[in-house]
């Protein structure tokens, strides 16, 4: 186990290493260079901000000054907002899609096993029909169109009421986080669901589950210790790239909520092409998504001890 | 079974079978792998519905526009924002002509202070007031909601600084509908006062014969005369915040995200069968190597790295941003394809039917054509299947935050995003692309289910 988790520890590391690397290259490769969308600059005042970003330096020393200070941990400054630190404004909205992303996952997970477990225990029946209609629903539908509907919805609810029951957009309290959550969790839901739904079909009909009923166990414990818990398995895999797919899929819900996160922040900097925010961003959320991707294999390994043997 | 069991068993049953000639023949004639998946797809009929909805996509997209040949570009400025099924009648008036500000002939009856100085129209709206006590001038405003106890006034339009009556003529960008103006009296700083009165106006739209005759809409020689009710040009589903005609745009717009929908994925389906055969049937190091660099492009967050790509290629003036989408999918997306065919080709490397091939002398080159790519094939093509909606979603998603198509080109995502803004007054305008992206998401999805059940594919992931 150890070895093991030494092992994918270490290939994150690389992994990290290239993502870095790549948003470097591809940043470089743009068309003219940071300072040339300024407005009309004096060669001396070109010089010194050159001189200020290191953009005056062979291309190779940039590279290894980039990689030292990220390894720092020092995302430079921004290019578009004075002495504003790519880390404050990383520390300031990553919070916020990492509360939308954690709530969203949450509700992903939580509704995908209980719909799914569901549909299983009710095959070919009225609540399959139902829940798998939605399920296709939700994987066919994109989610700028559940997020839009889900504001009209929450519009026609407050004038309805004739208060606001829920807040239609921005940010801080709960009351801002549920729908946003539950609109960016609803693709993964509808996909959890059909995972679940097949793997709990495979075991309902497997051997252990015909010895527990005929060794006479109550049927919510057979569902609970022995179907549930081996059902969830596959779900737990999917769960680190579905966070990846959760927390970068935010633009739209942000966008559209009005939500202050660095989904929304990131469109913005690529607007402004500011790059330090740009590759500061980039290569964050790339060690976040690669971090979570190994914790969740890590996690695995622990539920299930069968994958520790391999 | 229970056919069997429910027999009445005859005496003949029991009698020894016969020994035919062609016993070890076959009964039924033989069928290949393609057709036997190509049967079972038949009577898949989810599947098959999928499959006539693909078509008929296919069709709207590259027929469509042969049929209902409107520009998609072309704005009809009588007709923005409207809803399929809105009416398009238009009255006939006279061109305009200047006002002086008296009371026409043909005025409704002016009942309150504030009154109509001629018959409003979407030309027009012409107001006239009297004198209100003690007011040293007037503000006058114009809303599109009735004005209830704490409602606002709406868009101030005039100010006008003389104590005695007043008029005003309102031209300022009219549609047909219910207005609701009112006029505030100003004391002598110019401060509102308490006073106000309102006026509700219905505006019915009115056309010229000049513009009737311009935009081709009653045959040349039809006589028209002011009073008579023309048609203005059809939409049958509406038209967007410009004007243009939704269905030519859907038409534009689903070549657009269907090209990008299906070529992309088949390009880098390409890509990745190419490589993944390469690094399976190689072996070895170099296999590791390949297949660690596949890892790290997995790794990349791809929407953020779509979005990078879009800025790495910039856009010129007059380019539509649908190629350097292209290349930034085949850029991210090859590697599932490659893991996938490599696991496959790995697999195929052990079966009997390759030594034996071997065995009679096969070259390598003959093998992979022959055997091995034939036997991904049903792998590939699910797969294939299944990066399409993907491929739609990020084009859709991608259009929809702004980095996608650039704007005179139509795509649903980017449709999607301008009718975004006129959502709550709107909905058709966000509503049919959404519709037609997820009919197409479904479609190919559903198709997906039933070729990997037809042609019996186990598949580890559904990337």
Redesign the interface.
């Known amino acids: 186990m150890w070895q093991y988790t030494l092992k994918r520890i270490f290939q994150g590391i ?2 990290i290493w ?2 870095a690397t ?2 470097f290259v ?2 470089h ?3 003219g260079d940071p300072l040339s969308s300024e407005r009309a600059t004096t060669p001396a005042i070109r010089a010194n901000l050159e001189e200020r970003y290191g953009l005056n330096k062979p291309i190779l020393e940039q590279y290894v000054l980039y990689i030292g200070s990220f390894l720092k941990g020092d995302f430079g400054i921004s290019f578009t907002q004075r002495n504003r630190q790519v880390n404050d404004i990383i520390r300031e909205h990553f919070p916020v899609s990492a509360t939308l992303g954690i709530l969203a996952v949450t509700f992903a997970a939580l509704g995908g096993v209980l719909f799914g477990a569901l549909t299983a225990l009710y095959r070919n029946r009225l609540p399959d029909t139902i829940i798998m209609f939605l399920v ?2 939700g ?7 559940f997020a ?1 509907l889900g ?2 919805l929450l ?1 026609n609810i407050n004038n309805l009421l004739g208060f606001s029951l829920l807040p239609v957009a921005g940010w801080g309290t709960v009351g801002h986080m549920l729908i946003p959550a539950l609109v960016l969790g609803m693709s993964t839901m509808a996909y959890v669901t059909r995972l679940m739904r097949s793997s709990m079909l495979e075991i309902i009909h497997s051997d252990y589950i015909r010895t527990a009923k005929a060794k006479g166990l109550p049927a919510a414990r057979i569902f609970t210790r022995h179907e549930l818990r081996n059902a969830i398995l596959p779900v737990v895999t999917v769960l680190g790239p579905a966070i ?1 797919t959760i927390t ?2 935010g ?2 819900v942000e ?2 909520f009005a939500i202050p996160g660095l989904g929304r922040f ?2 913005q900097a ?2 402004q ?1 500011d790059y330090t925010v ?1 590759m500061g ?2 290569v964050f ?2 060690a976040f ?2 971090t979570m ?1 190994i914790l969740v294999d890590l996690l695995y390994g622990w539920i299930d001890p069968r994958v520790r043997v391999q | 079974m229970s056919n069997v069991m429910n027999r009445e068993l005859q005496p003949q049953d029991f009698a020894p079978a016969l020994a035919l000639e062609d016993a070890h023949g076959l009964m039924r004639p033989s069928r290949s792998y393609w057709q036997d998946a190509w049967w079972r797809l038949r009577r898949n009929r989810r599947a098959l519905l999928s499959l006539w909805i693909v078509l008929g996509l296919l069709a709207f997209a590259l027929l469509g526009p042969a049929l209902w040949r409107v520009d998609p570009a072309r704005q009809d400025i009588d007709q923005i924002s409207q809803a399929p099924g809105a009416d398009r009648s238009a009255i006939i008036v006279a061109p305009y002509q200047p006002w002086n500000g008296l009371a026409m002939a043909d005025a409704p009856m002016q009942t309150g202070v504030l009154g109509l100085g001629d018959a409003p129209s979407s030309q027009a709206v012409r107001v006239l007031w009297d004198a209100l006590p003690g007011a040293s001038g007037y503000r006058l405003y114009r809303n599109n909601y009735p004005i209830d106890e704490e409602g606002a006034f709406g868009l101030p339009i005039v100010d006008v600084m003389a104590s005695g009556g007043g008029h005003y003529e309102d031209r300022l960008n009219l549609r047909p509908g219910t207005y609701y103006y009112t006029l505030v009296a100003l004391d002598e700083f110019g401060g509102l006062t308490q006073r106000f009165e309102t006026l509700t106006v219905e505006v019915p739209r009115v056309i010229t014969v000049e513009e009737v005759r311009q935009r081709a809409l009653v045959p040349d020689n039809q006589e028209l005369a002011p009073g008579d009710t023309v048609y203005l040009a059809f939409h049958p589903l509406g038209t967007d915040y410009l004007g243009r005609d939704v269905l030519a745009r859907l038409m534009s717009g689903a070549r657009v995200s269907l090209f990008i929908g299906i070529v992309a994925p088949l390009l880098y389906v390409l890509l990745g069968v190419v490589y993944g055969s390469a690094a399976g049937f190689v072996g070895g190091r170099l296999d590791q190597v390949m297949m660690r660099f596949a890892d790290f492009v997995v790794a990349l967050p791809f929407l953020l790295f779509m979005i990078l790509f879009q800025v790495v290629f910039g856009l010129g003036p007059g380019q539509s941003g649908i190629i350097p989408m292209m290349v930034a999918l085949v850029l991210l997306q090859w590697p599932a394809t490659a893991r996938l065919v490599r696991g496959q080709i790995l697999q195929i490397r052990q079966e009997a039917y390759i030594s034996a091939s071997r065995l009679l002398g096969a070259r390598t080159w003959y093998l992979v054509l022959r055997h091995m790519i034939p036997n991904t094939l049903g792998v590939v093509l699910v797969t294939l299947t299944f990066a399409v909606p993907n491929a739609i979603f990020t084009e859709a998603f991608l259009s929809f935050i702004g980095m996608g198509v650039a704007p005179p080109t139509a795509s649903w995502g980017s449709m999607s995003n301008e009718g975004l803004a006129t959502m709550l007054t709107h909905p058709h305008e966000l509503m049919f692309p959404a519709i037609f992206i997820s009919l197409t998401v479904l479609a190919f999805n559903l198709l997906g289910d039933g070729l990997r059940d037809a042609l019996d594919v186990r598949m580890r992931s559904l990337e």
């Open positions: 690389i992994t290239f993502i790549a948003t591809a940043m490769s743009v068309p296709i629903l994987i066919s539908v994109p989610s700028f169109v839009a504001q009209l519009v990846a970068t899929g633009f739209v966008l559209v990131f469109v690529v607007q092409l740009i961003t980039t959320y790339g998504l690669v991707v």
